[in-house]
Each structure stands twice: as structure tokens, then as C-alpha cells.
């Protein structure tokens, strides 16, 4: 379940960098690089976290729709 990597690349890059998204997010700069490089998986509490993270921008239904559900239809694709 990788198909989250493209989404937590738009992540950092809306926050500027790594380093910036991980404090946004409440975590490190390394949780943020595992995500991006080897994680099998995002937990359905980071999910939400890069959410507040990016105001919204991409939703946890986008990070985990297997959790959250499919993104709204009237939410436009991340």
C-alpha cells in the first residue's frame, strides 16, 4: 500500500519541506522521510495529522480511504 507516497511528496511540498511538514504534523522530520522512502503503510492517526498538517488540502480519506472512506465526490483529487 505505497500509493500514499505521492501524496505525502505534495504534503512537503505545500509545507516547504520535510522539516516543516513534520512540525506541522507533530512528529519528526524522520517519520516524515520513512513515510516517503519505506513505510508499507501510513497510520490512520497520521493520516489525519498530515491533513491538519496541509489545512485540508489532502484529506485523510486520501491518505486512507480504507479507514476513512473515498474522498468526498465534491472534493477535487489530491
Avoid: W
Avoid at 12 to 18: F, I, K, N, T
Avoid at 56 to 61: A, D, L, T
Amino acid at each position: 500500500m505505497s500509493s500514499f507516497r505521492p501524496l505525502v511528496q505534495e504534503a512537503v511540498r505545500l509545507a516547504g519541506s520535510q522539516q516543516k511538514l513534520a512540525d506541522a504534523a507533530g512528529c519528526s522530520q524522520q517519520q516524515i522521510s520513512y513515510l516517503l522512502h519505506q513505510a508499507d503503510r501510513i497510520s490512520a492517526e497520521m493520516a489525519v495529522s498530515l491533513e491538519k498538517a496541509t489545512d485540508g488540502q489532502i484529506s485523510r480519506n486520501h491518505f486512507r480511504p480504507d479507514v476513512f472512506g473515498p474522498p468526498p465526490s465534491s472534493e477535487a483529487a489530491a
